[in-house]
C-alpha cells in the first residue's frame, strides 16, 4: 500500500466478459468502518474486446490513472476465482496475481469472482440506490443473503454475516439446471433445447440468454427475428413499441423471478436478496411492473417462507468496485496477505 496505516488506496476493477471498470478506492481502516462505503473516484472503462489478454488491459488503467505509486489492487473478474487467480469464462482469460505483479508494479493482487465483490457491497450501499421490490415484514438482520443477476452469464453468491465479519461465498450457480414454469416458458424452454441439449440458468438470464428468449417468441408467433442486439430487444419492450421484444422481456423476468427465489431457498437466505449484473438496472422500470415478483412468490409448497424473505434490486454502478474495494480492506483488517 502507498499511504499511511489508517489511510490507503488500491486499484479496483470490475471486470466482466463485455466491460472493464477502473477506479481507485480509498480505504479508511480501524474499527466501526466495516459498512462504510469507501470513497471511489478516478474511474475509467474500456471494451474487453479491444484487448488480446488482461496484462494490456490492466497495465491500460495504471498508465491513465492520475495517482501513481499504489501498490495493492483487487481484480473482479467474471469467473472461478480462488483470490490468487482466475479464468474469465467467456473470454478465455487467465488471471494470475503471481505472473501479473511484476509487470503491474504491485506489491499486492488479490483476484475475486464479480459477483463475490458485488455481494460484499450489498452491506455499504446507500439505500437510495437499491429498489426494493418485495418487502418483508421482519427481515432477518443476520440471515443469509443471495446475490444474483444476469450480464454476460448469471453470477450468484452468498453473503454470511457473524457480528462485524462479512463472509462472501462466491458460487456458479448459473451453470445449474434451469426448470420451466407455465406453458410459454415450458414453450420456449423446449425450442432452445433442440438445439442446445442441456439448458442451465445462464442459458436464458444473460445477454445472449435474451436472444435465445427473443428467437424462440418469434418461431412461436410465425415470425422471422430481426437482427436485433439484447440493449435493442430491451429498449423496445420498455418503450412497448414491439410486442415480440415486450413478450420476450416478460419471459426474461417470469424466469428471473422463479430461479432467484429456487437459489433463496437453496440458500436459505432469510437476509434478503438482491438483484443486480450489468442488464437489471438498465431495465428497472420494466422490472418493476413485470410478473417477476408474482413468479418469485409463486413456491408451493414454501410460499410462506419466501415471503419472509426481501427481494431487492441493486442500481448502484458502482456496487462492485465497491465490493472490491471492501473485499482488500477486509484482507488488510484480518492482517492477512491478498
Aim: aromatic share 6%; net charge negative.
Amino acid at each position: 500500500m502507498s499511504e499511511d496505516n489508517n489511510i490507503q488506496q488500491v486499484i479496483v476493477a470490475d471486470i466482466g466478459g463485455t466491460n472493464a471498470r477502473f477506479a481507485v478506492a480509498t480505504l479508511t481502516q480501524g474499527a466501526n468502518t466495516s459498512a462504510r462505503p469507501p470513497l471511489i473516484e478516478h474511474f475509467a472503462g474500456y471494451a474487453c474486446a479491444d484487448f488480446h489478454d488482461p496484462l494490456p488491459l490492466l497495465q491500460t488503467y495504471i498508465k491513465d490513472c492520475p495517482v501513481k505509486n499504489i501498490q495493492s489492487a483487487c481484480f473482479a473478474v467474471a469467473g472461478p476465482a480462488d483470490g490468487a487467480s482466475a479464468y474469465l469464462t467467456n473470454l478465455g482469460w487467465n488471471f494470475e496475481a503471481e505472473k501479473l505483479s511484476g509487470p503491474l508494479a504491485l506489491k499486492n493482487i488479490i483476484i475475486a469472482n464479480d459477483f463475490a465483490a458485488l455481494a460484499r457491497s450489498v452491506t455499504a450501499l446507500d439505500p437510495s440506490n437499491v429498489i426494493s421490490l418485495h418487502g418483508a415484514a421482519n427481515p432477518s438482520a443476520t440471515g443469509p443473503i443471495s446475490v444474483m443477476g444476469p450480464g454476460t452469464g448469471f453470477g450468484v453468491a452468498q453473503v454470511i454475516r457473524k457480528q462485524s465479519q462479512v463472509t462472501v461465498i462466491p458460487t456458479e450457480g448459473g451453470h445449474s439446471a434451469f426448470v420451466p414454469t407455465g406453458e410459454l416458458e415450458t414453450k420456449v424452454w423446449n425450442m432452445v433445447r433442440e438445439s442446445m441439449g442441456r439448458i442451465t440458468v445462464e442459458t436464458f438470464l444473460s445477454g445472449i440468454g435474451i436472444l435465445r428468449i427473443y428467437r424462440a417468441v418469434c418461431s412461436l408467433h410465425d415470425m422471422s427475428p430481426l437482427n436485433y442486439e439484447p440493449s435493442t430487444i430491451s429498449q423496445l419492450a420498455m418503450e412497448e413499441s414491439d410486442p415480440i421484444c415486450v413478450d420476450t422481456l416478460n419471459v426474461f423476468c417470469t424466469m428471473l423471478g422463479s430461479v432467484a427465489s429456487d437459489i433463496a431457498l437453496i440458500h436459505g437466505s432469510l437476509g434478503g436478496v438482491y438483484l443486480g449484473g450489468g442488464i437489471l438496472p438498465k431495465i428497472a422500470k420494466f422490472v418493476q411492473k413485470s410478473r417477476l415478483v408474482e413468479c418469485y412468490l409463486d413456491k408451493p409448497p414454501m410460499e410462506k417462507y419466501v415471503e419472509q424473505i426481501p427481494l431487492n434490486l441493486i442500481t448502484d454502478p458502482e456496487a462492485a468496485l465497491i465490493g472490491a474495494a471492501l473485499l482488500a480492506k477486509d484482507a488488510i483488517d484480518e492482517k492477512r496477505s491478498f
